[in-house]
């Protein structure tokens, strides 16, 4: 489970996002350790998940509501320097000198390699850099770096800094990346503490601290010197043929979101790390990765570059998300200052789900999460008008709205409904009721009744007006197909959920916290019962909105190829006014909802939003797999699939230098479940319908069901579904009910259905 190239100076911050090493709660970019050179596209960074700083937000016209400040992701002081010398000559990894080029990231490891053979004038010297960001220290960042001797004889110097003095990447021309520099930390003491370098930095605004402790090791001769703002320490030697030195560096990031005191944590973990060694902490990784691949691995047989794909989508999955309740999953995960380290719907609707099958407990603290700025959304709905009920913010990191372009931004209020989707589903699929009554319930409840302030009862239904869907290239439209959907769904769910917790003794807390009355669950099925939904005769298919089938259709094979994505080069409002849509929006809502629409409005439906979507989101091409496998289009389903697993390896989207499309990668691991097995969960219960793609021999995936782990297995004769632990389970498995037992699928007997 290796994924290896050789290296250029061409798209180098492009390698440097996908051999990123992260753990979900750190994150650092695979810059060139000794730095870049003029002509070298570099973004170096470190990142801690959640851990943030406060901007303002500069309006020509700023409007009542408006948000005045942002939340950004921090660039955190830099660990990762170390530079070479030999008698005199640099080594760089882009010189003319050095050959032989190759870059690794083994994911059964959990760590990246980086080799080359470097020429000097008096022989050659291999360089060997290992990195590893630590799954079981969450702080750690760990580095390896060796050079060996060929036929070198002669005077070598390693140097390693901490460098403090860092600020944030911009892009002054693209909306995905932030637009201007920024300087977020001011160092509050750099200094040497016994042997370890350590810096404490606070943010300029939101008063939050970090603080990095290095451990460097290596056998030679050392000096230190302490500067404003960076350490350095050298080491000197002579290195004859044959012969290798080697540099180990342990820097530690604790900060004040997650530690009392950040300082006193990152002494204390950094000595267990150093009585470890890199050798033990490899050892860990690779055992704790052992657990995860064993529990989490898709496979499919008969085709190794598609499983390679596959299997680096789940990795960076596992890389991009946080387990710790304060953090969730930024649009970029921790590979870089996309979005500037904001969560949006991507969390719950893409990336949440993988979790879900294969590590309910990091599901539910992606949950707990959103219960902990459940107060930030109740503020967020008052501050756009709204009397009762909760918005969660489109895009964040700590709870306070962070967008703002309103019409693509705030407006979506789906969000509501894709976070009560996910709360939703962990019930039905763990049965966890006592975390839905202690705080998953609060959240159904007030999301539920937003939806009553937002919409209106007419003659035709239940409406809700001036909203913005999935689709960002259509805004501020009347009753989105999409938005109706999940808000139906949240309303139900929510009766439901105070119902079952009635029934089991347990609807104290919710009724206590929200006071919630039986009159105002009786509201919220009135609203879902007589939801309205667009309909169209002419077509025969599910409208977007009430206006989308009236505009002009955009004809968007006559736009050349560079003007994509069309976000980039057309004002909105022209966009506005078209049929065109950036991504998948009411194909979402039929894949997620299939109730909404019978099968062949669905399917009308699908061939009419295929003609008309750009796929400019990476949200979007998975969706049209997952639909396009559920309707038996299988050998296109298969070409969309093959795009969707290869989107950031391929970068088809231009900007995986600015961090990977993390909910892209969720929807590759959806595309195999919610497409080709068929995997659905609703009231009734798991359901599979699985079918096996053209060109594949079979795959197999294991999912957690109610407390129990089973394995499905599908080849070209037969579905095989088995109890690996725990007791025997109920599912559907096309259409028939039965039991999963360690001896695989028994279908009920009528007396027993």
Known sequence: MNISQAWTRDHFAQLETLYHTANGCLGVRAAPEEGAVDGVDSIRGTYLNAFYEIKDVRYGEKLFGFPETQQVMVNLPDAQTVTLQAQGETFSMFGDAVTERLQTLSMEGGYTRRQCRWQTSQGALRVDIQRLTSFVHQGLFAMRYRVTSEDYAGDLCLNAMLNADVRNHAVANDPRVAAEPLRCLEIRSLAMDGDNAVALVNTLRSNLSVCCRVAWHCDWPKETSVGHSAINRSWSGCLRKGEQVELTVLADYADSRRFRDPVAQTCKELSLCQQLGMERLLIEQAEWLA??????????????????????????????????????????????????????????????????????????????????????????????????????????????????????????????????????????????????????????????????????????????????????????????????????????????????????????????????????????????????????????????????????????????????????????????????????????????????????????????????????????????TMMAARLGYMDQAVALFSGTVDLDRGDTHGNTRDGLHTANMGGSYLCVLRGFAGLALTDNGLALAPTLPPGWEGYAFNLCYLGSRIHCMVTPSAVNVTLLTGEPVELSLHGQRGLVKQDGFHVLTADEN
């Open 291 to 624: 657990d995860f691949w064993q529990a989490s691995r898709v496979t499919v047989e008969g085709d190794e570059q598609l499983q390679l794909a596959l299997d680096y989508d789940v990795f960076e999955l596992l890389q991009s998300t946080g387990r710790d309740g304060v953090s969730n999953v930024a649009a970029k995960g921790l590979s870089g200052e996309g979005y500037e380290g904001h969560t949006f719907w991507d969390s719950e609707i893409y990336v949440f789900p993988f979790f879900l099958w294969t590590n309910p407990a990091t599901a539910r603290e992606l949950l707990r999460y959103r219960c902990g700025i459940l107060d930030r959304a109740r503020a967020n709905a008052r501050s756009l008008g709204f009397a009762k009920g909760a918005l969660f913010p489109w895009r964040t990191i700590d709870g306070d709205e962070c967008s703002a372009y309103y019409p693509a931004g705030s407006a979506q209020y789906h969000i509501n409904g894709d976070i009560a989707f996910a709360f939703i589903q962990y019930w039905l699929a763990t049965g966890d009721l006592r975390f839905m009554a202690e705080q998953g319930a609060q959240v159904l409840v007030e999301t539920a009744r937003f939806w009553l302030e937002l919409g209106h009862m007419a003659e035709d239904g239940f409406r809700m007006e001036c909203v913005t869907g999935p689709d960002e290239y259509t805004c501020l439209v009347n009753n989105n197909f999409y938005t109706n959907a999940t808000a139906q769904y949240n309303l139900r769910g929510a009766v439901r959920l105070v119902q079952r917790l009635r029934e089991a003794g347990m609807d104290g807390d919710v009724r206590a916290q929200t006071g919630v009355t039986d009159v105002e669950l009786a509201s919220f099925t009135q609203a879902a019962d007589r939801m309205y939904f667009p309909k169209d005769e002419r077509y025969g298919v599910s409208p977007q909105d009430d206006s989308f089938l009236q505009k002009a259709v955009l004809d968007i094979s006559a736009i050349p190829r560079d003007n994509f994505p069309l976000l980039l080069h057309y004002h909105p409002l022209f966009l506005y006014r078209y049929q065109v849509c950036k991504q998948a929006d009411t194909v979402l809502a039929h894949l997620l909802f299939p109730y909404t629409a019978d099968e062949d409005t669905v399917r009308r439906s699908y061939h009419y939003y295929e003609r008309v979507t750009t796929h400019d989101s990476s949200l979007s091409q998975c969706v049209f």
